[in-house]
């Protein structure tokens, strides 16, 4: 059973950075593709940031060139640094990963999920 596990999460204020990690129990943690996904209250879920096993990376619109995502198969994690952040980044934000070579933007894409940390951006 693959399990990740998020953390880092808290509240900050508009324009702070804050960046949260998510660990994998995967043996095979580089032959993965990560992704982050976060979900406000009353939305639906949504893709944050990708980074494929190649290290290849995808990023959301609404965040690109604010957040950037990284992984240390060493350490068998993935983090997610964020900059610039606003009141509309608050969200639970969700660790997923697949055994696969490719990214995805959809939640159909990942066959694994953290249990999410909370990320409020607030005055």
Request: aromatic letters at 12%; glycine letters at 10%.
């Amino acid at each position: 059973q693959v399990q990740l596990v998020e953390s880092g999460g808290g509240l900050v204020q508009p324009g702070d950075s804050l960046r949260i990690s998510c660990t994998c129990s995967a043996r095979t943690f580089s032959g993965y593709a990560m992704a982050w996904f976060r979900q406000a209250p009353g939305k639906e879920r949504e893709f944050v940031a990708g980074i494929a096993r190649s290290g290849s990376v995808d990023y959301a619109n609404s965040v690109k060139g604010r957040f950037t995502i990284s992984r240390d198969n060493a350490k068998n994690t993935v983090y997610l640094q964020m900059s610039t952040l606003k009141a509309e980044d608050t969200a639970v934000y969700y660790c997923a990963g697949a055994f696969s070579i490719t990214l995805s933007r959809s939640e159909q894409g990942y066959a694994y999920w953290g249990q999410g940390t909370q990320v409020t951006v607030s005055s």
